[in-house]
């Protein structure tokens, strides 16, 4: 499936003209085929497709895989058929592959150079395009083990968490159908891809040839893990990787072979070998909640392990048979023969683990040349704002600032409230006093902390001017608390507080 370069840039010339993009099919199928197509749903797309217009033909053919009739779409046909890309079927044609726009948000301004090192979001979004195999659905023919998932929202979450200011090296670890080189092209000089699946990486290419990428531009590798890259080092390592938590490795585009979640921690604790001072890993996982032990202590293991700066974030977690329900219908499983048979094995292999859970998250690691790197490990289920990569270094360096402080910096270091950060009161209407008083986030990482009224009343003083301790002598003396008991407890609220970001050490002027 090796399409010649001519034929590649007449079809994307096609695409552009007739409008096959994100908002040509949003407008041309309307809001609710749109929405239903969002959750893989066809039959609303298909009926408004029916007229058979260039646009609706092509997306038909190419999105969702039905045969149209050969002398409908003005395409290249025959090269298309010999490229592989097409099938002939009567007097109709099929598509092969699944091939899809896709939206690239680009960044801007992004410098070097500049004050802000990560621009403001909202530059011009550019069109790309996607080729992977075709989602099967129940009654599709099964799955094949080489097959080639299709970009989708772990693509685009990856996407945000990966975003940097610009980089002269980045590897995709398992680039799969090629997104995320999308994504990396406009922000890095090169981008080694590397795939286990040489179906993938054939599809990769025209995925990156079709979307206007420079061949010159993308080094694709076979092989796994960090096999393909020995020695070499990068100022920025993604990865959506095979992460899926299973007792047989069936699809190569999701399952590792390892035992557990060892090819995640395996995957974390190799990165900082392939790694340039000062240089990025942003990978999405999964790993496994253990009877008896401290998923946090888990993973935070994984980081420590590295050396580097690590931050790690659960943002969901499944029990053990909404997992296997999840992935045996990723692969069209139910109502087949072997569907009661391989959920019950994969019960039972987890219960053999002593497994009670599995978290899906995303580990970033920096390497940052510190003597006395920083862990935290959390879990955020709310929504954050994108892209997330921008809020990374600054959620780090919050981390090391609390770490590094004592408790006696803590009261005498002037803090400042950080921008955006709103107190909410908590109780029954008329009551004298709140029930509950929440310091939260409006923009960032939206974190929410319940705090006492001693620091909701340093959140509203604290200017960057005064330090703690004078501000909690004046509190205690409003109060009627003891001021040496406010000494002794508040560092350690504090400290949480830096932290987490609601408070960050005054610039001095």
């Known amino acids: 499936m090796d399409a010649p370069s001519d034929l590649v840039l007449r079809l994307r010339d096609r695409f552009l003209e007739i409008g096959?993009?994100?908002?040509?099919?949003?407008?041309?199928?309307?809001?609710?085929?749109?929405t239903a197509l969002a959750r893989e749903e066809t039959v609303p797309a298909l009926r408004a497709t029916r007229e058979g217009d260039p646009l609706a033909v092509l997306i038909r053919?190419?999105?969702l895989g039905v045969p149209v009739s050969a002398a409908a779409p003005d395409l290249p046909l025959h090269d298309l058929i010999d490229a592989g890309l097409l099938v002939r079927v009567g007097d109709t044609v099929q598509?092969?592959?699944?091939?899809?726009?896709?939206?690239?948000?680009?960044?801007?301004?992004?410098?070097h150079g500049s004050d802000d090192p990560y621009g403001s979001v909202g530059g011009t979004d550019r069109t790309a395009w996607v080729v992977s195999d075709r989602k099967v659905r129940p009654g599709d023919p099964a799955l094949r083990p080489d097959h080639v998932v299709g970009a989708g929202g772990a693509s685009a979450n990856l996407a945000q968490l990966a975003w940097t200011e610009p980089v002269a090296r980045a590897l995709d670890l398992g680039t799969g159908c090629g997104v995320q080189v999308l994504h990396l092209a406009d922000r890095a000089d090169q981008v080694v891809a590397t795939d286990v699946n040489p179906r993938?990486?054939?599809?990769?290419?025209?995925?990156?040839?079709?979307?206007?990428?420079?061949?010159?531009?993308v080094d694709a590798r076979e092989g796994s893990m960090y096999g393909p890259v020995p020695g070499e080092r990068f100022d920025l390592v993604v990865s959506n990787p095979p992460f899926v938590i299973s007792p047989a490795s069936r699809y190569a585009y999701r399952e590792s072979g390892f035992r557990g979640d060892e090819f995640c921690r395996g995957l974390v604790r190799q990165a900082p070998r392939h790694l340039c001072p000062g240089g990025h890993a942003r990978f999405l996982a999964n790993w496994l909640h253990v009877r008896g032990e401290d998923w946090q202590d888990r993973v935070g293991g994984w980081l420590t392990e590295t050396g580097c700066d690590g931050w790690a974030v659960q943002r969901d977690v499944q029990d053990p048979a909404e997992y296997v329900e999840l992935w045996l219908r990723d692969s069209a499983e139910q109502g087949t023969a072997a569907y009661r048979e391989r959920y019950d094995e994969w019960l039972s292999w987890f219960e053999s683990m002593g497994v009670t859970g599995v978290g899906?998250?995303?580990?970033?690691?920096?390497?940052?040349g510190s003597l006395d790197p920083v862990v935290r490990v959390e879990e955020l289920r709310q929504q954050v704002d994108s892209p997330?990569?921008?809020?990374i270094p600054d959620a780090l360096r919050a981390v090391k600032a609390a770490h590094e402080m004592t408790d006696e910096d803590l009261l005498d270091v002037p803090l400042v409230i950080a921008d955006g950060v709103v107190e909410e009161r908590v109780g029954p209407p008329g009551a004298d006093d709140p029930s509950r008083i929440l310091l939260r986030q409006t923009r960032g990482l939206r974190r929410t902390a319940a705090v006492g009224t001693v620091e909701a009343a340093l959140a509203g003083?604290?200017?960057?001017?005064?330090?703690?301790?004078?501000?909690?002598?004046a509190i205690a003396e409003l109060t009627g608390a003891e001021p040496p008991e406010l000494l002794r407890r508040v560092?350690?609220?504090l400290r949480t507080l830096v932290a987490e970001g609601f408070f960050r050490v005054a610039t001095p002027h």
């Open 20 to 34: 096959y993009t994100i908002d040509g099919v949003r407008d041309r199928l309307g809001d609710m085929a749109a």
């Open 491 to 493: 560092p350690a609220e």
């Open 360 to 368: 899906f998250g995303w580990i970033a690691l920096h390497d940052s």
């Open 61 to 63: 053919l190419w999105w």
């Open 388 to 391: 997330v990569g921008a809020h």
């Open 200 to 217: 993938a990486l054939r599809l990769a290419r025209l995925s990156w040839e079709l979307s206007g990428v420079p061949r010159q531009r």
């Open 95 to 111: 598509a092969t592959v699944h091939l899809q726009p896709w939206t690239i948000s680009r960044i801007s301004p992004i410098s």
């Open 461 to 473: 003083v604290c200017d960057g001017e005064i330090p703690a301790r004078p501000l909690l002598a």
